[in-house]
C-alpha cells in the first residue's frame, strides 16, 4: 500500500460529492476542513488487495464462532440488560439473517503483513455513499484508468444481491416485499448524514424489487390495541432496517421503548439488523476473540476490564463509535491520549471497557496534509468483503476529525510521470 497525491482537483467537486449525497462532508459553510479528501489516495497491488479480501472473510468467520462464547454468558451480559442480552441470544439461535458490517483494520501498508482487528461495526456501520460513489466517480472523473488504476468496489451490487437473498420467498412468488427504513432523528442528524447513507441501502432494496419507505426512527410506534408496529401514517411495518444501535434501543428506559422492544420484539416479520448484532457491536467481542484465537496474526491481546500485561493499551469503552471514549497509554511509542471532557471517563465502571493492545498505525506524509495516519474499513455482507473505505487521520485515533481518502488497484504500470 502507498499514498499517491493528486494535487490538481476536480472542477466543481465540492458540488459533486454534494450532488452524490456526501452532505456532510463539511459541517457548515463556515468549515474549511474538508471531510473528503480530493487530493489523495491510496494504492495496492491486485494481490495485496485479494489478500486482504481473504483475512476481511476469516475474520468474520472467527467472529460468528466468537457469538457462541459470548452467548454462554463467559462474560456475563455483556453490559446489556438481561433481558436485552436473552433477546440477542434468542435472535442468534433462530438465525435471523444479517445485512451487512464493516471490520475497521490497521495494515501495515507492507504486502504479506497481517491486518490487525480494532473493531466490528456490524449494526449501524456508516460511511456507504462515500465508499460505493463518491471514490468510484473520483476515480472515474479523473480518468486514472488511462493510468493503470482501477477501483474496487461492489458494495451497492452486493447490498442489491443480499435483499434478494432476504427476501426470495417473497420476491419469487411475485410479491413486493414493504421494507421501512429508519434513521435518527433530523435534530441528531442535521447534515443528513445518515439519511442519506439510507437512502442507499433503500435503493439497492428497490432493485432487487422491494418497496421502501424512509422514517425516522421516533416515528416507529407500536399499537398496542391492535398489537402492531407501524408509522406515523398508521401504515403497518413488517420489515424494518434500523440505522440506529441496539443498545440504545435496549435501554431508552424514559420512553419505555425498551419494555415494548422486549414485549413484542416478535410482532415484526423482521427486524433489520437483527438482534443478535448486538454481540458483534460489543468491544468484548475483541476479547472472546482473543480467548479462542490467542496471538492469531489478525487479532490484537485484548481483556475485559484489566489491562492484563499490557504495557501498551488503547482503553474502550464497550459501545462507543468515532473514537469517543478511547485512552491510549504507549510508553514505547511515546503516545499518550486521553480526553478530561469525554464522559465516558466520569463514573463510568471498568466493567464497561476493554484494554486491548496498542500497534501503531502506518505514517504517510503529504504536502497538504503532512501526517497521514490510515485505517482500513472493509465492508462485509453475507460473508463475503465487498468493499473497502479509508480514512486518515493526524492521530492514532480516527475521530471526527479524520479524512476519507479514496483508494485504488494498480493493474498496469503507471507510464504517466
Known amino acids: 500500500m502507498k499514498r499517491e497525491e493528486f494535487p490538481v482537483g476536480r472542477p466543481g467537486w465540492e458540488q459533486t460529492i454534494i450532488d452524490e ?27 495485496e ?38 433477546l440477542a ?9 444479517d445485512f451487512y458490517g464493516r471490520f475497521d483494520f490497521i495494515y501495515s501498508g507492507v504486502p504479506g503483513d497481517p491486518l490487525k482487528l480494532l473493531e466490528y461495526n456490524a449494526d449501524t456501520p456508516t460511511g456507504i455513499v462515500e465508499a460505493t460513489i463518491s471514490q468510484k466517480t473520483w476515480a472515474s472523473d479523473q480518468r486514472l484508468d488511462t493510468r ?29 416485499p414493504r421494507l421501512h427504513l429508519a434513521s435518527v432523528t433530523e435534530e441528531i442528524d442535521v447534515n443528513d448524514e445518515d439519511y442519506n447513507n439510507l437512502w442507499l441501502i433503500a435503493h439497492a432494496a428497490n432493485r432487487a424489487g422491494l418497496t421502501t419507505k424512509l422514517i425516522r426512527i421516533d416515528e416507529v410506534i407500536f399499537d398496542e390495541t391492535l398489537k402492531i408496529w407501524k408509522d406515523p401514517e398508521g401504515e403497518r411495518i413488517e420489515n424494518l432496517f434500523k440505522l440506529y444501535p441496539w443498545e440504545d434501543m435496549v435501554t431508552d428506559s424514559e420512553s419505555g421503548y425498551d419494555k415494548l422492544l422486549f414485549a413484542y420484539h416478535d410482532m415484526m416479520n423482521r427486524w433489520i439488523e ?36 499490557l504495557k501498551n493499551w488503547v482503553r474502550k469503552p464497550i459501545f462507543g463509535r468515532e473514537g469517543d471514549g478511547i485512552e491510549i497509554n504507549a510508553p514505547d511509542y511515546d503516545v499518550f491520549v486521553r480526553d478530561e471532557d469525554d464522559d465516558h471517563f466520569i463514573n463510568v465502571p471498568e466493567s464497561e471497557f476493554v484494554y486491548q493492545d496498542f500497534v501503531a498505525p502506518p505514517v504517510y506524509s503529504g504536502i497538504i496534509n503532512r501526517t497521514n495516519l490510515p ?15 479509508i480514512r486518515e487521520s493526524d492521530r492514532p485515533i480516527t475521530d471526527y476529525e479524520c479524512r476519507f481518502a479514496p483508494h485504488l488497484v494498480q493493474v498496469k504500470p503507471n507510464l504517466i510521470p
Open 21 to 47: 449525497g456526501l452532505t456532510y462532508s463539511v459541517d457548515g459553510p463556515h468549515d474549511l476542513q474538508h471531510y473528503w479528501n480530493e487530493y489523495a489516495a491510496y494504492v495496492f497491488t491486485p494481490a
Open 274 to 309: 437483527p438482534a443478535w448484532k448486538m454481540f458483534l457491536s460489543n468491544k468484548i467481542l475483541l476479547a472472546a476473540l482473543w480467548d479462542l484465537y490467542p496471538n492469531h496474526p489478525n487479532l490484537l491481546e485484548t481483556h475485559v476490564g484489566t489491562r492484563g500485561g
Open 375 to 389: 485505517m482500513l474499513g472493509i465492508w462485509m455482507v453475507n460473508g463475503e468483503a465487498v468493499g473497502m473505505g
Open 49 to 86: 488487495m485479494t489478500n486482504l479480501r481473504d483475512q476481511a472473510r476469516e475474520v468474520h468467520q472467527m467472529c460468528l464462532h466468537a457469538i457462541e462464547r459470548m452467548a454462554s454468558g463467559a462474560y456475563g451480559t455483556l453490559g446489556l440488560p438481561e433481558a436485552a442480552f436473552n
Open 148 to 176: 493503470g488504476y482501477v477501483h474496487w468496489g461492489e458494495i451497492g451490487e452486493a447490498f442489491t444481491e443480499r435483499w434478494r437473498q432476504m427476501f426470495a420467498h417473497d420476491l419469487s412468488h411475485g410479491r413486493s
Open 89 to 97: 441470544k434468542e435472535s442468534w439461535n433462530r438465525h435471523e439473517p
